[in-house]
């Protein structure tokens, strides 16, 4: 069983850079821009299309696609469904963030749906999101995880995120504190961010971003997913540092300042990463 | 009477930050992250959702309602109709932000259906966008209040939100040079903000969002739109002295700079509230 | 044969600045937020507004409109198409960004669709895209440009902007390192910007709602074309000096600044405009 090593996602990195991975994104109109330019500063190439007659097209010409359903409607879980199952036809990855699954019928109704038709790469949620999918009992509030669903602690997390990735057989991330990944067999937690992460809006969907811009250049979902996370926390962290004190505005720009300067020394001396 | 103190608005600041309301919005693509970075600044939780199908589910979990036409669709339109009737249900607050009123039959007709089918608690909007609700001859051009719809100055401004007020039964909220709030009885004016403001998108859809974060903390609506339109114009003051002369990026992001660090303290020593 | 001079573009920001032109966009839901600040910072008032129903009413109060189809589908086309109509009748100037032409069949079809039914008077793109609209095999692959298709070089770019300037009688430019503005007869070629402008998202739909204010003050296009192009450039060139070296965020903000600190002055001292 190989391990990931931050070698191995700082390789992968460099790849996005090199190859500047196209990533469709099928996202919600709220953090949409924030996608796009984390895409473009990690070094990958944002697209961002809806309309379901276009799908097969711009799926074909894709190297990951990110599923986000912060804003779904109607019209655009179809288009949703379909992009996901071109890229399965294609074996592009596909990166679920089931944003505010447990929070209404029709967020839950279409979650199950992507994941009865669409094969995920990686899903990448918070506690309760992910607790949802795992047929937990969630009090998914809103696009926050709840307080009630954090008390079982990393233990519980960690077990979450192996039953769905078993279950569902992808990768499952599970973002807060501390992150979770696992693929079921292998286990990574992460200690790097910023607790001013969830005062701005967009970090959980920046972050899906960045796992889709790794998987466009490798296809190790794990390591991919543990470098999309493991860069969101560090980017956090610097942040933090340089523009955490001036208020939600600068660190919201110093994140995308972080992500635009990241590389392989800064990973390496930053990252926080632990096989649980 | 009661009168609306700064001391009140403060202890409502403070119970947003406790209690972090859940502020449901129906609004616009174009300033919709503005929207809800603001609401997490000022101590709220945002959530954007516009599929008829999860106004129910949504709105039951929600503090406050914020409806903001400024890029209304058939679609949309039907959703916030929807919403809002279910907040009323429940006696979520209702905010209405009627952009662009009076610029098209769309958004006229859209206004009045929303004001005839929904009890709105407090209503936000430019003068020519208020003038048109009271039914006077406006002559709005576009989302900024014509010239012509300011000759009247702050008598005529006054006048405008108390019939407003009195016949909607709800708190209107008229912001300009000099912002105007009234339950029909009490009218307040406040002179802080900067004229930067009309040189960036989106500080009156923010101000609404503001609005309904205190809403959502309070049920003194009064209290509450003062609150959110004063910290709306302090912020754009402190923005104003650190960034205004670095140009309109700066500014706009120091406004929520200054909306994360807003506390009692500054409110005291900044407002220019007063009663009319 | 008049020619496009640094004193004709300055003249033309100064009415931009003095008449407020208002600039209605149909545009996509990534950048909307950039092109609505970037408007209002070159001295225009953007209004987005895309319900087929308002379109008539929202076009006959606006000075030119910009059309964008980075995010289409199908509601959004035929309000694009209505627009444009109603534009044509009323001799309102319409700006095409035909972002990702090339890429799928919807967005070739779309684009066929709006250059039969509507009069375009400045048609702005990569060169990819302008490649598809002259008919040339083009190798779209997202939204931007294709290695490929940048082999010809200026030479190929001038070629390409005058055939398409003379087939659709109306004022082509190709923006990229070297940006290339042609009425058919006139060409012009501008060498300001930076190469980080390509690691944001929005500076090509900035450009276009830049060239929507200036058509908006001024009929002769091909100026106005110049004028937007050229702003974006400087503004490019005058971000990268102040902001580059801090990240991708800040060098986005510092656009927006650039922008609005713009003058007669800074145009005259930073363009490199020249004629083809």
Chains 1, 2, 3 share one sequence.
Do not use: W
């Not at 990195?13 to 330019?37: F, G």
């Not at 379909?82 to 967020?107: C, K, M, Q, Y």
């Not at 309760?128 to 009090?139: K, P």
């Amino acid at each position: 069983m190989e391990s990931v090593t931050l070698q191995s996602i700082a390789q992968i990195l460099q790849e996005v850079r090199a190859n500047k991975p196209l990533v469709h994104h099928i996202t919600n109109y709220v953090t949409v821009n924030d996608c796009a330019n984390v895409t473009l500063a990690i070094g990958g190439s944002p697209i961002m299309a809806d309309d379901i007659d276009e799908m097969e097209d711009i799926v074909s010409i894709t190297s990951a696609l990110v599923l986000n359903i912060g804003t779904l409607n109607h019209r655009t879980v179809e288009s949703m469904l379909a992009a996901g199952r071109f890229a399965n036809a294609r074996h592009i990855p596909v990166i679920l963030d089931p944003v505010g699954a447990g929070a209404s019928t029709l967020r839950n109704e279409t979650t199950r749906r992507l994941l009865e038709q669409v094969k995920i790469a990686v899903i990448r949620g918070n506690m309760s999101e992910i607790m949802f999918v795992a047929g937990l009992q969630s009090s998914t509030l809103g696009v926050d995880a709840s307080d009630a669903d954090m008390k079982g602690g990393i233990a519980k997390g960690i077990e979450t995120a192996k039953v769905v990735a078993l279950r569902l057989k992808c990768v499952t991330a599970i973002t807060g504190a501390t992150d979770i990944i696992s693929d079921g067999r292998r286990t990574l937690t992460i200690e790097n961010g910023s607790s001013l992460m969830s005062r701005i809006t967009g970090t959980g969907c920046m972050c899906s971003s960045l796992v889709g811009s790794f998987c466009g250049a490798s296809d190790d979902y794990l390591a991919a997913a543990a470098g999309g996370v493991l860069s969101m926390g560090i980017a956090g962290e610097l942040a933090a540092d340089v523009a955490g004190g001036k208020g939600n505005g600068s660190f919201r720009m110093a994140i995308i300042d972080a992500i635009s300067q990241l590389d392989g020394d800064i990973l390496s001396k930053r990252a926080r990463l632990h096989e649980a």
